[in-house]
């Protein structure tokens, strides 16, 4: 069963770094608009980071700088590398892929249908 399988949350504090991992076990969602999105506690999910298939990236603001969105088609995985998190990072992590077609570096995550089940992240001040 093709399916999106997130790893690498954890508990870090701020300042730290985490590196989350989204494996396509189903060889399909690599050639698709492929993101990282997250949902805190009574908030709305939002988009962190998306790349596209022709390798375009995007990311929230909140985060530029601070995150890098990669993957390797090789290993049909898709990354999120996060440093200087802070505690406002805190959120279940989510990938999420679709085929679209839409604007990837722009897609809200209402239009992404292939979910990941999430790992969750958490930073301590």
């Known amino acids: 069963q093709e399916q999106l399988v997130e790893s690498g949350g954890g508990s870090v504090q701020a300042g730290g770094s985490l590196r989350l991992s989204c494996e396509d076990s189903g060889y399909t969602y690599m050639s698709y608009c492929i993101g990282w999105f997250r949902q805190a506690p009574g908030k709305e999910r939002e988009g962190v980071a998306t790349i596209d298939i022709d390798g375009s990236t995007s990311y929230a603001d909140s985060v530029k700088g601070r995150f890098t969105i990669s993957k390797d088609n090789a290993k049909n995985t898709l990354y999120l590398q996060m440093n200087s998190l802070k505690p406002e990072d805190t959120a279940m992590y989510y990938c999420?892929?679709?085929?679209?077609?839409?604007?990837?570096?722009?897609?809200?995550?209402?239009?992404?249908?292939?979910w990941g089940q999430g790992t969750q992240v958490t930073v301590s001040s």
């Open positions: 999420a892929a679709d085929p679209g077609p839409f604007d990837c570096v722009s897609g809200s995550w209402r239009w992404f249908n292939y």
